[in-house]
């Protein structure tokens, strides 16, 4: 059984985990994992380009989180917690690069 080719696939059956092989399922288990953290990214991405133009008020909503969970029938909890997620953050600076900083001065 090739879980990869077919595992995924929209329209096919879901697999028999009990008569996959260990590799495979350890094959599945990684495959999975990579593609969901590829959806997220894409989400992450996604709600953030939609927050930046502002497109919650180009089409009604009072606010992104309200489009969100209209849009995809999330509650309001779980979309302004993927607003927050999708905002970029600031990284903060190391001790080093305050010590340099502060040795410049």
């Known amino acids: 059984m090739n879980i990869h080719s077919t595992a995924f696939a929209p329209d096919a059956p879901a697999p028999g985990w009990p008569d996959l092989a260990d590799v ?46 209209d849009l995809l029938r999330i509650s309001t909890d779980e979309a302004r917690r993927r607003i927050e997620y999708a905002a970029p953050q600031a990284r903060p600076r190391s001790r080093k690069v305050w010590r340099v900083l502060a040795a410049a001065s």
């Open 24 to 69: 495979d399922l350890l094959r599945t288990l990684v495959e999975t994992e990579r593609r969901r953290r590829r959806l997220d990214a894409a989400m992450r991405a996604a709600v953030a380009e939609a927050e930046r133009r502002g497109l919650a008020a180009d089409t009604g909503y009072r606010d992104t989180a309200e489009l969100l969970t």
